[in-house]
């Protein structure tokens, strides 16, 4: 089945920094999305990004679907942005999302 | 307010007991999915159902059922089958239609630990 690798792992940040996520795919997709799960475990919608690039305030991704992998910037990071970033790919004629290994971001004041 | 309830929070299984969650959405969309996620990993596919009195299982469906009478509720039978039920339980659910955007919407999740 299709493998969705996310890294890093995990990232601690310094208030202010900023960073860029990535998730790979190992086979072509239908579309992709981002995900935030807070402290509490609340999942967030981010971005729907089949291809291109799209921006909402200090978070913008990037997918290039021919190579088969997305980013995730978090520009002037907050300690409210901690938590886990998850990618998921919806494969073409399907409708399950296969979820990525999540990235899990610490921000420090 | 437009959501997606799931309930209770919290939830406590004695062995050999059978537990249901609850998935309740006002959003009107057609399609509903139940995962779970243990500490540390991502989300895993339990079942999903795509219309009413319809569903299918996913990655991970044995030990669990589901029902899908109303397009409003896909509640989840945590059965005495299910060794390992201590997890937390996120049920999601899509409007796709003729879009064919498959973009899901979660609940805040419910905590099952066994007793």
């Known amino acids: 089945g299709i493998q969705v690798e996310q890294s890093p792992p995990d990232l601690i940040l310094q208030e202010g920094a900023n960073s860029t996520l990535r998730c790979n795919f190992s086979?072509?997709?239908?579309?992709l999305q981002w995900f935030h799960q807070n402290p509490w475990g609340q999942l967030i919608n981010l971005f729907y990004?089949?291809?291109g690039t799209k921006q909402n305030g200090r978070l913008s991704a990037t997918t290039v679907a021919t190579e088969r992998y997305s980013l995730l910037y978090i520009s002037s990071s907050q300690t409210t942005d901690s938590g886990v970033y998850f990618c998921?790919?919806?494969?073409?004629?399907?409708?399950?999302?296969?979820f990525g290994t999540g990235t899990r971001l610490q921000v420090f004041p | 307010d437009g959501g997606i309830t799931q309930s209770p929070k919290y939830l406590f299984r004695k062995e050999g007991q059978n537990v249901t969650l609850s998935c309740e959405q006002n959003?009107?969309?057609?399609?509903m999915y139940w995962y779970r996620q243990d500490p540390g990993q991502g989300l895993r596919l339990i079942y999903y159902?795509?219309?009413?009195?319809?569903?299918q299982k996913g990655d991970i469906a044995e030990g669990y059922s589901v029902s899908r009478e109303k397009k409003e509720s896909f509640p989840l039978t945590v059965t005495s089958a299910q060794k390992n039920p201590t997890a937390f339980y996120l049920c999601?659910?899509?409007?796709?239609?003729?879009?064919?955007?498959?973009?899901?919407?979660f609940g805040a999740g419910t905590r099952l630990s066994v007793l």
């Open positions: 990004i089949p291809s």
């Open positions: 086979d072509s997709v239908n579309n």
């Open positions: 998921a790919v919806d494969l073409i004629n399907t409708d399950k999302l296969i």
């Open positions: 159902s795509q219309i009413v009195n319809d569903f």
């Open positions: 959003l009107n969309h057609d399609a």
């Open positions: 999601a659910s899509s409007i796709q239609g003729t879009t064919g955007k498959n973009i899901q919407y």
